[in-house]
């Protein structure tokens, strides 16, 4: 059975730290892309990172490249997002997801499978 656990969300002070995990079970992440998500009330879900199922490449939204840096431990199947300088915008419900192969896509379409979700709440 495929699953997605995520963790690590909380309330955050502006330009504070979070890592988010991703813990897979069910599946290898050596076969498939992984891809984080969030939504923010009233918006759309928007791709935020994605890591391919080799780990060699990563994709990254403008908003977050160079604060959000994705990682994954094979050994412990599980996909990180290190969350930095975090800014109230990032406020949302932060979302893993499995693509249907190992290459990124951009498109939450191409994501069958979902993790509950963590909420990030970035304020003072």
């Known amino acids: 059975q495929v699953q997605l656990v995520e963790s690590g969300g909380g309330l955050v002070q502006p330009g504070g730290s979070l890592r988010l995990s991703c813990a897979a079970s069910?599946?290898?992440?050596?076969?498939?892309?992984i891809g984080w998500f969030r939504q923010a009330p009233g918006k759309e879900r928007e791709v935020v990172s994605c890591?391919?199922?080799?780990?060699?490449?990563?994709y990254y939204a403008n908003s977050v490249k160079g604060r959000f840096p994705i990682s994954r431990d094979s050994a412990k199947n599980t996909v990180y997002l290190q969350m930095t300088s975090l800014k109230p915008e990032d406020t949302a419900v932060y979302y893993c997801?499995?693509?249907?192969?190992?290459?990124?896509?951009?498109?939450?379409?191409?994501?069958?499978?979902w993790g509950q979700g963590t909420q990030v709440t970035v304020s003072s």
């Open positions: 069910g599946f290898s992440l050596d076969n498939y892309a």
């Open positions: 997801a499995r693509g249907y192969s190992g290459p990124c896509t951009l498109d939450k379409k191409d994501y069958n499978y």
């Open positions: 890591i391919t199922r080799s780990g060699g490449s990563t």
